[in-house]
Nanobody, 121 residues
Framework: QVQLVESGGGLVQAGGSLRLSCAAS????????MGWFRQAPGKEREFVAA????????YYADSVKGRFTISRDNAKNTVYLQMNSLKSEDTAVYYC??????????????WGKGTLVTVSS
């Protein structure tokens, strides 16, 4: 059974940083794309970033390019999202997701339960 467990959310001031973690278990993710999505209050869930487990492909939403970095630690089966220069509009529940790499960022099969990030202005 695949499990994706997010952690690291919290309250931060605008301009600050947070690092989210996603611990993945239950299968081999070698041909998978690991991603982060977010959903702000009253809005639809949107793509944030994704990276192939092999590290060959990386994708970012325009709104976070240059501020967020997705990375992974193969030994720990963990994916990270380093978020810098946070803005109030980054406030959302952040979800970790995993899907077959050939399906791309919008073909995720598995989802975590989310972690809340609140950026105060």
């Amino acid at each position: 059974q695949v499990q994706l467990v997010e952690s690291g959310g919290g309250l931060v001031q605008a301009g600050g940083s947070l690092r989210l973690s996603c611990a993945a278990s239950g299968r081999t993710f070698s041909n998978y794309l690991m991603g982060w999505f977010r959903q702000a209050p009253g809005k639809e869930r949107e793509f944030v970033a994704a990276r192939s487990w092999s590290g060959g492909s990386t994708y970012y939403a325009d709104s976070v390019k240059g501020r967020f970095t997705i990375s992974r630690d193969n030994a720990k089966n963990t994916v990270y999202l380093q978020m810098n220069s946070l803005k109030s509009e980054d406030t959302a529940v952040y979800y970790c997701a995993a899907g077959r790499e050939r399906m791309g960022p919008y073909g995720m099969d598995y989802w975590g339960k989310g972690t809340l990030v609140t950026v105060s202005s």
